[in-house]
């Protein structure tokens, strides 16, 4: 398993376009890939825009990616990637 912890930086958090951008990014790799809202704990499946827009993660908040599977690091790497580019806001 891989993991990285990161904060989400885009002013509007993960609302519809940017959770839409993550599950396409997430669905590019075979692993087990969830997203943890570390406030809560509360977890989703990262290919799930429905689980993903139900943790509500907004400006600010920490997150921990993991992957399971044989492109787990590629996986997590291209997510922190993802969200480090501000979803282009």
Partial sequence: MYYKKITIQ????????????????ASKFKSEIVIKKLSDKKEANAKSIVMLLSLSLAQGEKVEIHAEGEDETEAVEALVALINSKFGE
């Fill in 10 to 25: 885009n002013k509007t958090g993960l609302h519809a376009r940017p959770a839409s951008q993550f599950i396409n990014c």
